[in-house]
């Protein structure tokens, strides 16, 4: 039996909690793909672990926007109900996992701007928001050090390890601009004392990359041309694979719950 996709009233508030929400969702399944095969087994748990922080983000930040939607919808139909096109996330976290540089550089420049936009939205002047937000920090503040210690590491390490840490940063380079852009809806927002400006965590975001990845012996690509789409529903062919995967249970077996 089809199960029907549901339909959203995506309201800039509700689309705002759907996009960070639908981030952290897709990333923490792109970890989860590592389980069982990452190249030492401390690894395999930490990313596990990361996955687990990620998901449960997830389902904070869903069960607000249901909320803040006011209809039938819940955690479980958001994160596994709706059409590839409703799906906000950055284009950057639902990239392949590639060779494990290309998923710690992809981590790292996430976790970079995450944990600067929690630690913001910590002052959201919506009080549940500013709660998540608490949490996830102390999360992100582990997934940023854990992710930088490996790019430091594989960056000065051998020459084969350097060369793949390059060459992930020079393929993801592309995707991070749109972590700083906003629409109208998110603008309101911002001016409201809510949601969190992306374009004043910029400089710092900046910043902490350039640090570690000069530590690194690595180099920054200086090419300014961004990726964009993601947070408009313009998703790459890889999405549509992931969630292929990932609501193949919800939509065999309707009504499971986390």
Request: aromatic residues 8%; hydrophobic residues 40%.
């Amino acid at each position: 039996m089809a199960v029907a996709n549901i339909q959203v009233s995506e309201t800039p508030l509700v689309l705002y909690a759907l996009r960070r929400a639908d981030d952290a969702l897709i990333l923490g399944h792109r970890l989860s793909e590592w389980c069982g095969h990452a190249p030492m087994l401390e690894e395999d748990m930490a990313l596990s672990n990361i996955a687990l922080d990620l998901i449960g983000q997830a389902r904070e930040l869903y069960a607000f926007a249901a909320k803040a939607e006011r209809r039938d919808n819940d955690e479980d139909k958001l994160a596994y109900l709706r059409d590839v096109r409703q799906y906000r996330n950055l284009l950057l976290v639902e990239q392949p996992n590639g060779d494990f540089a290309q998923t710690l550089v992809r981590q790292f420049f996430y976790s970079a701007f995450a944990d600067l936009c929690w630690r913001a939205m910590m002052s959201s002047r919506y009080t549940t928001l500013a709660a998540i937000a608490a949490k996830s920090e102390k999360e992100s503040a582990y997934h940023l050090r854990h992710a930088s210690e490996w790019i430091i590491r594989l960056g000065d390490g051998t020459d084969e390890s350097h060369r793949r840490a390059q060459a992930a940063i020079d393929h993801l380079w592309a995707f991070t601009g749109e972590m700083f852009s906003v629409d109208d809806g998110e603008r309101a927002l911002i001016q409201a004392g809510i949601a969190v400006d992306p374009e004043t965590l910029r400089g710092r975001w900046l910043q902490t990359i350039s640090d570690v990845v000069s530590e690194a012996t690595l180099v920054l690509p200086q090419n300014n041309w961004m990726q964009q789409g993601g947070r408009t529903g313009r998703h790459s062919e890889h999405l549509g694979h992931l969630l292929s995967e990932l609501q193949s249970m919800q939509r065999t077996f309707p009504g499971l719950t986390w």
